[in-house]
């Protein structure tokens, strides 16, 4: 079995705007992970 884990991240601000080369976003790490098994 294959089990991978991600840390989740929390938007401030910029969430659509890094979607367009050049514009930057703010996010902080949150103490939540999304886990998944193969």
């Given at each position: 079995?294959?089990?991978?884990?991600?840390?989740?991240?929390?938007?401030?601000?910029?969430?659509?705007?890094?979607?367009?080369p050049?514009?930057?976003?703010?996010?902080?790490?949150?103490?939540?992970?999304?886990?998944?098994?193969i």
């Amino acid at each position: 079995m294959i089990q991978v884990k991600a840390p989740g991240k929390l938007y401030i601000a910029g969430e659509y705007a890094v979607t367009e080369p050049g514009y930057k976003s703010v996010l902080i790490a949150v103490d939540r992970f999304v886990t998944a098994s193969i």
